[in-house]
């Protein structure tokens, strides 16, 4: 009888540890760059950028596409969205990564003024909020910036902060 017990126990945490549906983080850090790279499926070259509603890095070419890519063009570094609509509002900019830190945590709600289409001369310690085609919001903390001139390309990689807000409200969780 205690054996049958213990396979039914031992089953019943199986089958309970497999079928778990993990939702998506809606908060973390990230890093996106602008570098092409070959796709021998697509035989085409494709970039990633960062896709909030599902917490990873996604390509061009895939379904859903990103949400945000970076861009830099000579020292202007932005980040775009793929919406054709002004989906950027800069929060604040602050002299150092503490001051940038407090901002954001204390950033938990938002009456953005006036939108911009691209979030345009990224700095860090800057916060930004995004919003999506389906009026969904994300803030942004610039941690990093990294550029390069290479032979072929103006090289940018910029590492963030981000907190997703699927509701549709402009209120985020504070820390």
């Known amino acids: 009888m205690e054996r049958l017990i213990s396979i039914l126990l031992l089953s019943a945490l199986l089958l309970t540890s ?15 760059d602008n570098e092409l790279v070959l ?7 494709i970039n990633y950028g960062f896709l909030f509603s ?7 070419a895939g379904t859903p596409k990103p ?8 020292d202007n570094i932005s980040f775009e969205a793929n ?11 602050y002299a150092d990564e503490q001051a940038a830190k407090t901002a954001f945590n204390n950033f ?4 953005p003024g006036q ?18 085609n389906a009026e969904r919001y994300a803030k942004i903390r610039i941690i990093s910036i990294v ?22 409200t402009l209120t985020f969780p504070g820390k």
């Open 54 to 60: 599902e917490a990873r890095l996604a390509s061009n």
């Open 67 to 74: 949400d945000i890519i970076v861009f830099r063009d000579g």
């Open 18 to 32: 497999c079928n778990k549906n993990k939702e998506p983080d809606l908060s973390g850090t990230a890093t996106i």
């Open 108 to 111: 938990t709600t938002a009456s």
């Open 115 to 132: 939108w911009t289409e691209s979030a345009n001369l990224l700095k860090i310690n800057q916060i930004w909020l995004y919003r999506s």
């Open 147 to 168: 550029t390069e001139d290479r032979q072929d390309f103006n090289y940018v990689k910029c590492s963030f902060e981000w907190a997703y807000q699927p509701d549709g």
């Open 83 to 93: 919406n054709l609509k002004a989906s950027f509002w800069k929060y604040g900019e």
């Open 39 to 45: 796709d021998e499926k697509l035989q085409t070259y």
